[in-house]
């Protein structure tokens, strides 16, 4: 299955752009690398640029690359506005 490289313009966060999925050869997972090519949990470098997108609940993954990358979403992640239900209005108004 082909994924796409993250890119501007795209709602990726900006420190995750020109960066995903890569599996090295003498890796026994996949590992989530920067654009700076060092893998999220640190143990890795690569100066391949063939990263790919999505999948990121694989069980093929590296962990701690996969709970990195989760925090890094999470924390650049909008808050989802709900709308104001009528109890929840200002009293007096």
């Known amino acids: 299955m082909a994924h796409s490289v993250a890119q501007e313009g795209s709602d990726v966060p900006t420190e995750l752009v020109g960066s995903g999925w890569f599996w090295l050869h003498n890796a026994p997972k996949w590992h989530y690398f920067l654009a700076n090519g060092n893998s999220l949990c640190g143990r890795w470098m690569t100066f391949g640029r063939a990263f790919e997108q999505g999948n990121d609940g694989s ?10 990358l989760e925090k890094i979403k999470a924390k650049t992640a909008l808050p989802e506005t709900q709308p104001e239900t009528p109890s929840q209005s200002r009293k007096g108004e």
């Not at 993954?61 to 990195?68: D, G, P, T, V």
């Open 59 to 68: 069980p093929d993954n590296c962990a701690a690359c996969r709970k990195k």
